[in-house]
Nanobody, 122 residues
Framework: QVQLVESGGGLVQAGGSLRLSCAAS????????MGWFRQAPGKERVIVAI???????YYTDSVKGRFTISRDNAKNTVLLQMNSLKPEDTAVYYC????????????????WGQGTQVTVSS
């Protein structure tokens, strides 16, 4: 069982930065594939970034070059550094954990945080 708690969301102007943090419980955190998803009002939950246990990463096209996902297995934490934020980045951001290889759709993830709101004003 893994419990995930996100923090770091808030209101920021376009062009600004935020850093989201996801704190995980569990002694096998290092073996999990971790993902950040986001969900805008009235839209589906979509992938933002993934980091595998070995450190490889994936980014959806719209955030490449602006967002960075990282993990600290000693601290059971995964981070999402978001720079050059745009109004279209506004959404609730969710941290998710997969006991397998994960993937770009929510169904591959077993555990979810409660979400943190990110609002980017123009």
């Amino acid at each position: 069982q893994v419990q995930l708690v996100e923090s770091g969301g808030g209101l920021v102007q376009a062009g600004g930065s935020l850093r989201l943090s996801c704190a995980a419980s569990g002694r096998t955190f290092g073996s999990y594939t971790m993902g950040w998803f986001r969900q805008a009002p009235g839209k589906e939950r979509v992938i933002v970034a993934i980091i595998w246990s070995g450190g490889s990463t994936y980014y959806t096209d719209s955030v490449k070059g602006r967002f960075t996902i990282s993990r600290d297995n000693a601290k059971n934490t995964v981070l999402l550094q978001m720079n050059s934020l745009k109004p279209e980045d506004t959404a609730v951001y969710y941290c998710a954990a997969s006991g397998g290889n994960g993937g770009t759709t929510p169904r591959w993830y077993n555990y979810w945080g409660q979400g943190t709101q990110v609002t980017v004003s123009s």
